[in-house]
């Protein structure tokens, strides 16, 4: 793991640190794929009135 960037404040605490992670998985290997990471609430695709 590799810090890419500190960010200062005024930046929220969860955007403060970049960090780089390389490493070698499995073909079949979705990162952030199971349950626990996935969005509270449906997002919606908005198209601008034509």
Do not use: G
Not at 4 to 28: A, G
């Amino acid at each position: 793991m590799r810090v890419e960037r500190v960010n200062q404040p005024p930046t929220p605490l969860q955007f403060r640190l970049l960090c780089n992670i390389t490493t070698q998985c499995k073909d079949d290997f979705r990162p952030f794929s199971s349950q626990e990471y996935q969005p509270l609430i449906e997002s919606s695709v908005a198209t601008a009135p034509r």
